[in-house]
């Protein structure tokens, strides 16, 4: 089955410790995503990548960073520095190109700092 | 600055009428318009979109409607079912590379 994956669905960790959110794909799409939602609000765009080794930071990327060695994988680290983690975070992916390409979402993953 | 909006948080309708969700945007160089829907704890599921060249796009029982004087989009749903109820979020497509999401619209269609 092709589509995208995050671990786990619920992560907890304790204030000042930094966190890692796993994305994976099978769908061989080039472009990857992360969103952050909160209550109330719509998805906020934290960091993309468009091919391999390279990425972009999106309108909230302070506090957070990502590496993208593989097409099929996108991790997120939630640092230290981020001064409000606790969030429902969503990685999505689509084909690149110049036309449109649908976005698919993963399940989610809810971090809850304590 | 938000650049899509959904000013409606929730919307209320009644079983086998319509059901119109609104969205306003402020960049007139978006290049597609979409409609997600999302249930509690998962993921956005992708519903209907429409080009910016266009301003109608049918599928089903979801209709979306584009007025770009008015930088305006809206989806139609007819009938409404109880299966409908979900949070609809509006986005838009920038560069082909780049999504804006609104806030949402909870919908709660009555049986």
């Known amino acids: 089955d092709g589509g995208i994956t995050q671990s786990p669905k619920y992560l907890f960790r304790k204030e000042g410790q930094n966190v890692t959110l796993s994305c994976e794909q099978n769908l061989n799409h080039d472009a990857m995503y992360w969103y952050r939602q909160d209550p109330g609000q719509g998805l906020r765009l934290i960091y993309y990548s468009q091919i391999v080794n390279d990425f972009q930071k999106g309108d909230i990327a302070e506090g957070y960073s990502v590496s993208r060695e593989k097409k099929e994988s996108f991790p997120l680290t939630v640092t230290s520095a981020q001064k409000n983690p606790t969030a429902f975070y969503l990685c999505?992916?689509?084909?690149?190109?110049?036309?449109?390409?649908?976005?698919?979402f993963g399940p989610g993953t809810r971090l809850t700092v304590l | 600055d938000q650049q899509v909006k959904q000013n409606s948080p929730s919307l209320s309708v009644q079983e086998g009428r319509i059901s119109i969700l609104n969205c306003d945007y402020t960049n007139s160089m978006f290049d597609y318009f979409l409609w997600y829907k999302k249930y509690p704890a998962e993921g956005p599921t992708f519903l209907i979109s429409i080009s910016s060249i266009k301003d109608k796009n049918e599928d089903g029982r979801f209709t979306v409607f584009l007025n770009k004087s008015a930088k305006h989009l809206s989806l139609h749903i007819v009938p409404s079912q109880p299966g409908d109820s979900a949070v609809y979020f509006c986005a838009a497509l920038y560069n082909f590379n780049k999504f804006y999401f609104g806030s949402g619209t909870k919908l709660n269609v009555k049986p």
């Open positions: 999505a992916s689509t084909r690149s190109g110049l036309s449109y390409n649908e976005q698919f």
